[in-house]
């Protein structure tokens, strides 16, 4: 092998969110191809993405790429449903280098795991109405009937860090007895905070229902995709090397404290940066 592709494979892999919800898919990054060095952005600052137009995400998404792009990523993973759904076409057309969303992954493995075709969604408004998870598992199998159902007030929720409260289940129960009587057998965390919350959802959802948690496939297609790209690191990080790098637009320390309460790996800093200036005159 060459020093350059050994170079190159030893870039890091650009992961962005529109706040903390896409640690979930860095926490499974780590677990399943844990030399791969992280460069993430949370837009912590214009968090949420759920409640926004197509075109403000897709602006904002934009920005994002090319903030990470500066960073010599080899990929990018959209770790937002939101993202995903409203700007990964768009962003495709104008990057040169492997990007991943997490809609696809998360719909297969769905599609997959139903037995009596019967799927639910829960996301944010934007998800929800963008109809992507639809599209896309209709697309595998057009038998297959999606309910999808927007969840506005589990983002606030999570970010506050009421994971375990009665005040999130009570939120929860109102949500998903909808979707309980539609009789679904999957349910698609269509959202990266909502593995977060995990435990409530399962407790209510009850244990006939699966739930698919789009982070841990979309961490398997990242790495089917860098060894397609022969882009895998194989090499283990140097002593004292800095592997993982966190970049938000707003509360740097609010983010580290919440990012060391999802990651096991303690967070050393977490960098606050104008995006802004990342946008498409740059
Ligand atoms: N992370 C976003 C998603 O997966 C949810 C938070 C937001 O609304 O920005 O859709």
Known sequence: ????????????????????????????????????????????????????SKDTVTKYS?????????????????????ASAYALDEIEKEIDIPIIG???????????????G?????????TINSQIYSTYIKKINENINVIGKACPLFVPLVEEGLLVDPVTDEIAMRYLSELIDRDIDTLILGCTHYPLIRSTIGKIMGENVALV?????????????????????????????????FFVSDGAEKFKRFANS???????????INIEEYSVKK
């Open 62 to 82: 934009k920005q994002i790429v090319r903030f990470l792009k500066t960073q010599n990523v080899k990929a990018v993973v959209v770790a937002c449903n939101t």
């Open 102 to 116: 997490v809609v696809k992954p998360g719909a297969k493995v769905a599609a997959e795991t139903t037995r009596n």
């Open 1 to 52: 092998m060459t020093d350059d592709r050994e170079q190159l494979q030893n870039t890091p892999i650009g992961v962005f969110d529109s706040g903390v919800g896409g640690l979930t898919v860095v926490r499974e990054i780590i677990r399943q191809i844990p030399n791969e060095k992280i460069v993430y952005f949370g837009d912590t600052a214009r968090v949420p993405y759920g409640s926004k």
């Open 118 to 126: 019967k799927i639910g969604v829960i996301a944010t408004e934007g």
């Open 213 to 245: 948690n789009p982070a841990y496939e979309t961490a398997r297609g990242l790495k089917e995709l860098l060894e397609r790209e022969d882009l895998l690191n194989k090499k283990e990080a140097g002593l004292g090397e800095n592997k993982y790098r």
């Open 262 to 272: 999802v990651l096991k790996y303690g967070i050393l800093s977490a960098k606050t």
